[in-house]
């Protein structure tokens, strides 16, 4: 115990022994070194030693747990913790053992198991020490660190020992040796292209987590294969006890990390570890563009129905008050020429009408200013009318959506995704609200491209991630989609690591630096650079717009209707010509 109190640093201790091994020696070394010591007799459920390994109250760096118990429960107290996942790189693992059981321990460690297993040598005093360490095939192996001899009273080299029992573990892992670490990854190009290969392999193509992957390889000298989930999901914990999607892979080991745009959550933080985030963004929505309204009738768009009812009665009554005043001073002028050149007043054309009297000139004052008012105001109108075009109401937001819902619109978004989790498990609010409106069945896509698709063939709204969202749609035809103004829900992707994994702060440390050098951002912007040329295609088709014949299709109308009533006029007056030549 001594000796092992020497090479630790820690300042709690769980002793963990069955009734085969004394351990009250053991507990008073530990009691005179003043460590917070917690004894614990051998069960084989562990449940006391799980809850204490997982409790948030117990926020030291490093604790230690000294199993000293018998062959076999030494090795069921490993199944346990390997089927409970308890693997922790704050967990440090001593067991003193009677006889040699290296070859069946090490095949139940998994990395994140930091284990030194402290062995004496048939009836000598004289213990082999050896310690976990991964080779390059990725298997955990328990290498002999050393012989140590009590007998001899010789000062122990705490410092070396310590360094090869509890190493640092950022310099353990600054070199992984050539290692091949699995990545499980989905095809999500920006962040990270794949071409499928045989089975659930997969090559990578190109995107912003590859460029990651490939940094943080060459810096710590290991290759990746890259693996694809059979769901295709990005997944997380299910209600039924199951784990899907890349957290699945991640959570069981299939993988030793997975990056793919993953979002940190709550839910899947309790099967795996996280590193910190390394790239932050919105959810938005995603709905196809919005139909420009229909022009035929723009020419009367820039006032109501009210106000042209309002004009037409004006300009009808001020023909014949211009008559009755023009009689009154003695003009013999007909009616209808009165009315005549009222209209023409209000298209902006010359008053031909003599203003003989002085009240008569005061009305035309003001019905000239009125037209004046009437024509600047329906021509400026009518110019930003035709120069901006109008569209249908758009989803904009999330309290948009009940009335889209209203109008044939369904809401979707990824099936076992962080999207989904955040609408699906929301105790009240909007994110409740729009939950209620999903449906159970066609609102969950097993794949982005679908709700792509889905937006352009159907009235959709799609809830997707910004990035992402925007460069797809540029792909397949930015103009053909609308993001809504408001985005939400602000997250996080990081690198899920298997839980306890011990690279873990490794990854995250050049993580760091690579996010504070901007080439993350960098790496973003060449993704978007390579749509270059989609874009200015859209960016010229804006540029030239001109007015067309939809714009002025009243005006045209207009004229038809005229030229028809004009026709059908003239044809009456020809037969009232006929008949009285004939009465004649």
Partial sequence: MKFILQVSSGRQVYLLADNSMPVGVAARVCGEARLDTILLTYEPKLLLLESLLRSPLRPLDVRYVIVMCTANHMLHVFQQVRAKALESMTVWWFVIATEDRTAALQDLLREGSQVTLITRVSDAAEFTVATTRINQAGRVRLETAGRWRPARRQPVDASAWSATLVPDLLRLYADFEGRQLIVAANDNWPFLGLTLLEGDAAAPRSGIDINILDALGAKLNFTYQLVVPRDRAWGGPQPDGSITGLIGMVARHEAHVAICEITITDSRETVVDFTATYWLESLTLVSRAPKEKERSMAVFWPFTTAVWGFIAAATL??????????????????????????????????????????SLRFVFIFWYFFCFIIYAMYSGTLTAVLAIPSFDRPVDSLTDLPAAVANGFSVGTLKASSTEFLFRHADGGIYKQVWELFHPVHSLLPDPELGFDKVLEEKFVLINSELNAKIRATVRGREKYYFGRDTFYPHGYGIACTSGAPFRPKLEQLLQWIVEAGLVTQWGEQEIQKLAHHEAGSDEAKATLSLTLEHLQAAFYLMLCGSTVAAATLMMELSVCVLLNKAS
Avoid: K
């Fill in 317 to 358: 009554v001020m023909g014949p008050v211009a008559w009755v005043m023009m009689r009154a001073s003695g003009s013999g002028l007909h009616l209808h020429v009165a009315a005549f050149n009222m209209f023409r007043s209000i298209v902006i054309q010359t008053n031909f009408l003599p203003p003989r009297s002085a």
